[in-house]
């Protein structure tokens, strides 16, 4: 994340300065930005350029007319690469006037400045255009591929520009070097300065970066160490003591560069090996330190060499590290992340090694179930101990025949003591870790608490059930009337039968008829009971194939008192359907909340109008409609989308749950219900119901 | 005497059966009904009968078939039968001249002695319409002087106030009610003051005319 907020900036600045079509919402003040930015480039590169030249200059020790560190191509190259592409003629036209002003002070003929002004333009362009190559965006060191792309595209530039700048020095005759001499003398110093300078450059820390916003503890360990590795370079190579002369003492400053590249990545690497460079060199420069052992040409060959080796190991060693912490920080929000979802769905997750019985927990733990992090169990055998003793056994056989069968994946449901003894409704999920020869070796498994969402199914099957009641109790009327016209004729029949073996006469055939008639009447009795016992009982769903007619016509004759009463002309009509696969109680259950609901809403019309029609269709292959249409006043458009929420009503004494129930009954059995208004007036509600499949006794997975 | 006759009338099927039997048990002859309207429209046989009705019938229910009877002057009696102890229905079924409101499942006994009760009604009701048949003719066959007379006797009248309405004589008044008393078939005035009050003419008792209006056919 980090990294993506240091090149936005970038990008965005990019943009100004290139003056894109899609930034440009106000021209004027894009222009004044382009130019502002120019101006700044330009600016920065002068100052950098002149500066480096007079330091290259100081840094020249005679006879050879090349300095030991030449900074101005680096610090020309260092700027290629951190401004885009469009904006490089502002850089080297602003290291023009620079690298007059400070050739010319030192008296050299304007054609040789000239001269090296193309051949060190030339340097440079070659390394920033195959760094841009290879990587297009702004580079940063904070990858190893960067750095060595850019050694390499560095080195390139170098070795090619030193055959031109060699061929100048003698087309001049400037010095009395040859062409060779020359070369290599320039080959080495650029080499030294582009590895010195150009990451000093591009890691300088810049907007946004994490060293501007250092806390101050930060900013003092970066003091102290900029203060220890002067001290010690100063002491090792400059100080002019005898004992500096002893060569081991170069190592001298290398754990500082470590710390360096160690705490402050590429930028603090950098910025160190800087100080380092500039340092042995002025020393050795001066006769002192380590390297300075014989001709002032010969000592800076040393301080080369030990500069080019020691500043690419410490740009690699920064980039690797950089490397390995944003992969570390990736993995570490990735599992901030998961533990951030673990603490949102309050699951619990653990890893068991199948091997020892060792239990290691992720996210919150057992926290949910009230316990501190060290009462988590450690081991399978402590878990098992939280688990319900009559649920143990089943548990582990669950487990254990998933490990030793070839399974991935097992589910289980136990109950887990909570810390205060209650006892939570788990749902365990397991996943099984196998090694190539396909033997389990960890097992990952998810703990949901699923207390609750029982707790709400056993509510809606009570309200379910309610409901039922309710219904029923509008149907008492229908259900006394339906019993009791049986047991009426039964008791008559039992009078009449009477009254024959009163009679004395021959009677038989009669008698035996009445007693038919008995029984199909007592079975007539015992049919309906079976019917409300249904409604009244508490149950499961209960899913079978079924007639859909039957069951119309019964719930019409259940409620066709109660329609009398109301003044409801009940009517139904069948198309030809198949078996439907549902509950059949629920359905009676909906047909009858749907019929009660249709006679409620015509209560104020006068009877004849009062007219309630039942239909069974099949619109769809799969499905039955079911629909019950009233003339009523209809469902106001604003109630249509809220009709089956919970508690809407618009009923006075109505609670809103009625239809809830029904969608949801529906619903179980993979049916779907809707309301809508008839275009004559009144309303139709209509359900469907899965066919069932042919052969009938088998169902449908999906509608279980 | 013929046989009494008992019209059942109830949408159960089996319950009509079993009635049926318990009834016909009993010696009754039985006639049975699905519905009000096939009760309407059936034949009617002259001898005793009454009704035993279902109050909950499909389409039209058992108190307004009891009403629509009235309209039509058939008043047989009616023993209703309800699934349910319906206070109000039954207040007003007997207050319609119901004979019982039995509830279901109804005993044998209860059952019995409220049809016998009903045809003992049913032959009361009979003779007394016969009766008042007999009087109609005799008073359709006044002349409209006589019948002037007539409601003037029966008002308590002297000849002499009666002349004076009618702009007649006493003499002629005497010999038009000489005429009323033979046409009605009387031989006193007490008589003929009896037989109005039973046709509900010419007195203020009207109360309960449209049992009997009278332009209406007699009872066939």
């Not at chain 1, 951030?340 to 919150?364: F, H, K, P």
């Not at chain 1, 926290?367 to 319900?388: C, I, K």
């Not at chain 2, 009760?117 to 005799?138: M, P």
């Not at chain 2, 006589?146 to 000849?159: A, C, P, T």
């Amino acid at each position: 994340v980090r990294d993506v907020k240091r090149t936005i900036p970038w990008f965005r600045s990019a943009a100004w300065v290139e003056g894109s079509g899609s930034e440009a919402s106000s021209a004027a003040s894009t222009s004044r930005e382009r130019v502002r930015a120019a101006l700044r480039i330009g600016i920065l590169v002068f100052c950098g350029y002149y500066l480096g030249a007079r330091l290259g200059l100081a840094l020249t020790f005679f006879p050879t007319p090349v300095s030991v560190l030449w900074p101005p191509n680096a610090i020309l190259l260092g700027a290629l690469l951190i401004v885009p592409t469009s904006q490089w003629r502002i850089v080297v036209a602003a290291a023009l006037p620079a690298h007059l002003l400070a050739e010319l002070q030192g008296g050299v003929p304007i054609p040789m400045v000239l001269c090296w002004f193309v051949s060190n333009v030339t340097e440079a362009l070659i390394g920033a255009a195959c760094v841009r190559a290879l990587r297009p965006a702004p580079i940063h060191f904070d990858s190893l591929f960067n750095v060595i792309a850019f050694l390499l595209a560095a080195s390139l530039g170098v070795f090619l520009s030193c055959f031109l700048d060699a061929a100048f020095v003698a087309l001049n005759g400037w010095g009395h070097s040859g062409y060779w001499e020359v070369w290599r003398v320039r080959l080495l110093s650029n080499v030294t300065a582009a590895l010195t300078f150009v990451p000093v450059i591009v890691t300088w820390p810049r907007r946004d970066s994490e060293l501007r916003s250092a806390k101050p503890r930060r900013a003092f360990e970066a003091m102290v160490l900029a203060a220890a590795l002067f001290g010690v370079t100063a002491l090792v190579f400059d100080s002019g003591l005898p004992m500096s002369v002893v060569p081991a003492l170069i190592y001298l400053p290398l754990p500082f560069l470590l710390w360096a590249a160690l705490r402050f990545g590429p930028a603090g690497a950098g910025i160190s090996f800087a100080i380092v460079a500039i340092l042995v060199i002025w020393g050795t420069g001066h006769g002192n330190g380590p390297l300075a052992t014989n001709l002032p040409s010969e000592n800076a060959l040393s301080v080369q060499i030990f500069l080019m080796f020691t500043g690419p190991t410490l740009l690699c060693l920064a980039a690797v590290l950089k490397e390995r912490t944003r992969a570390e920080q990736q993995w570490r929000m990735s599992d901030r992340r998961f533990d951030l979802v673990l603490e949102a769905t309050r699951d619990a997750v653990y890893e068991r090694d199948i091997a020892t019985g060792r239990v290691w927990w992720s996210g919150n733990g057992l926290a949910h179930y009230g316990y501190r992090q060290d009462q988590w169990p450690a081991d399978s055998a402590s878990f098992l101990d939280l688990v319900h003793p009559q649920d143990r056994e089943r548990l582990t056989r669950a487990r254990d025949a998933a490990v030793k069968g070839k399974k991935q994946v097992w589910e289980s449901e136990f109950r887990l003591r909570r810390s205060d003894g209650s006892h939570a409704q788990v749902h365990e999920q397991g996943l099984i870790v196998r090694d190539p020869d396909g033997k389990a070796v960890q097992k990952i498994v998810i703990l949901m608490d699923v207390t609750e969402r029982n707790n709400s199914e056993a509510l809606n099957e009570r309200l379910a059930q309610a409901s039922r009641m309710t219904a029923m109790g509008e149907l008492t009327a229908s259900i006394a009337h339906e019993v009791n016209q049986p047991m009426s004729a039964i008791l008559s029949n039992v009078d009449a039968a009477e009254m024959l073996l009163e009679s004395g006469r021959q009677t038989s055939g009669e008698l035996r008829e009445i007693l038919n008639d008995i029984r199909d009447d007592d079975l007539r009795a015992c049919e309906i009971i079976r019917h409300i016992r249904g409604l009244a009982t508490k149950r499961e769903i209960d899913c079978e194939p079924f007639d859909v007619h039957e069951l119309i016509l019964a719930v019409l004759r259940l409620v066709g008192t109660t329609a009398k009463m109301r003044g409801v002309t009940l009517t139904s009509a069948f198309g030809d359907v198949p078996h439907v696969y549902g509950d059949r109680i629920h359905v009676q259950q909906v047909l009858l909340n749907l019929i009660f609901n249709a006679m409620d809403a015509m209560g104020d019309l006068p009877e004849q109008e009062r007219r309630l029609q039942v239909t069974a269709s099949q619109l769809e292959p799969e499905r039955v409609t079911i629909r019950v249409r009233d003339r009523g006043h209809g469902i106001r458009p604003e109630h249509l989308a809220r009709i089956f929420d919970s508690f809407f009503t618009t009923k006075k004494e109505g609670m809103g749950l009625g239809l809830s129930i029904a969608r949801s009954l529906v619903e179980a059995q993979g049916g779907t219900i809707r309301a809508e208004n008839n275009p004559g007036g009144g309303a139709t509600f209509s359900f469907t119901l899965p066919v069932a499949a042919s052969g009938g006794a088998e169902s449908p997975a999906e509608s279980r | 005497m013929s046989i009494p006759l008992v019209h059942i009338v109830d949408d159960d099927g089996a319950a009509r059966k079993a009635l049926g039997r318990v009834l016909s048990g009993a010696g009754f002859e039985t006639r049975s009904y699905a519905s009000a309207a096939e009760f309407l429209i059936a034949e009617r046989d002259e001898g005793p009968s009454c009704l035993v009705l279902d109050v909950g019938l499909p389409g039209m229910s058992g108190v307004e078939l009891q009403s629509a009877l009235a309209t039509r002057e058939e008043m047989p009696p009616i023993v209703f039968l309800t699934g349910r102890g319906d206070v109000v229905t039954s207040v007003r079924a007997m207050k319609a001249g119901a004979v019982d409101f039995l509830t279901k499942p109804v005993r044998r006994d209860a059952l019995l002695a409220a049809v016998r009760v009903a045809l003992e009604r049913d032959v009361e009701q009979r003779a007394r319409h016969e009766e008042l048949r007999i009087l109609r003719g005799r008073l359709d066959r006044l002349t409209v002087r006589e019948r002037e007379v007539f409601d003037r006797v029966i008002q308590g009248k002297l000849n002499k106030q009666i002349a004076d309405e009618l702009g007649t004589s006493v003499r002629t008044v005497k010999a038009h009610r000489a005429q009323v008393m033979s046409k009605m078939e009387v031989r006193s005035i007490a008589d003929l003051v009896s037989a109005a009050a039973q046709l509900e003419v010419g007195s203020q008792a009207g109360e309960a005319r449209h049992f009997l209006p009278p332009a209406a056919e007699p009872l066939q």
